[in-house]
């Protein structure tokens, strides 16, 4: 079956600093992409998605790319904000139009 | 425009209770998702709604039903509660598919006693 596979948080930055989160998934075909992000108390907000290999997302200052050699679709922010503090969710669409979710990343950025 | 609204947004419910959750989608989203998010589970695809119709369904007991009108709305509803099914419940909608990415409600928060 299908799954995704995100680091582990929580992740504790300074703020400016730069992020990284890993993502890896597992999927039969040819699935979209995505990173969503929760704010405490909310529900999921779509970050960025790539719907075929080698497209980049990017929004807000984030960017991943779709790496099928690699199956991943790692997230970076050159220069994080305390806004920023959330839990971001790594996720894929494939057939059966459900979208299969990582186990999320909390991300808190100091000031 | 008005995003996904669900209700009521917190629930206290009793062992065997059974429940019923509402979600407006936003107007003119035809397909509609729930998810259900625990701490222990993460976050697990429920059932799908397209045109009234289910179009897909997750790996959960038949305690979990839904439905979805024909103005788009869904409802979703959990009989017999288990305390295992505290959770947060959240809606997603989207015009067609997932494809374009869902839009996701703010969730209700079930608490079973």
């Known amino acids: 079956g299908n799954s995704v596979t995100q680091m582990e948080g929580p992740v504790t930055l300074s703020e400016e600093a730069f992020l990284t989160i890993n993502c890896t998934y597992t999927a039969t075909g040819y699935p979209s992409l995505f990173w969503y992000v929760q704010y405490p108390g909310e529900g999921l907000q779509l970050l960025l998605k790539a719907t075929k290999a080698d497209d980049k997302g990017s929004n807000k200052g984030f960017e991943a790319t779709y790496r099928k050699e690699t199956t991943s679709f790692h997230l970076e922010k050159g220069s994080v904000q305390v806004s920023d503090s959330a839990v971001y969710f790594c996720a894929l669409l494939a057939a059966g139009n459900k979208l299969t979710f990582g186990g999320g990343t909390r991300v808190l950025v100091k000031p | 425009k008005a995003g996904v609204t669900q209700t009521p947004r917190y629930l206290i419910k009793t062992r065997g209770q059974q429940v019923t959750l509402s979600c407006s989608p936003i107007s003119g989203h035809r397909s509609v998702s729930w998810y259900q998010q625990t701490p222990g589970q993460g976050l697990q695809f429920l059932f799908e709604?397209?045109?009234?119709?289910?179009?897909n369904k997750g790996n959960f007991p038949g305690r979990f039903s839904g439905r979805q009108f024909s103005n788009s709305r869904s409802e979703m509803n959990v009989s017999t509660l288990e305390l295992g099914d505290s959770a947060l419940y959240l809606c997603?909608?989207?015009?067609?598919?997932?494809?374009?990415?869902?839009?996701f409600g703010s969730g209700t928060r079930l608490t079973v006693v």
């Open positions: 709604y397209f045109s009234e119709t289910q179009r």
């Open positions: 997603a909608s989207s015009y067609m598919t997932g494809l374009y990415g869902y839009t």
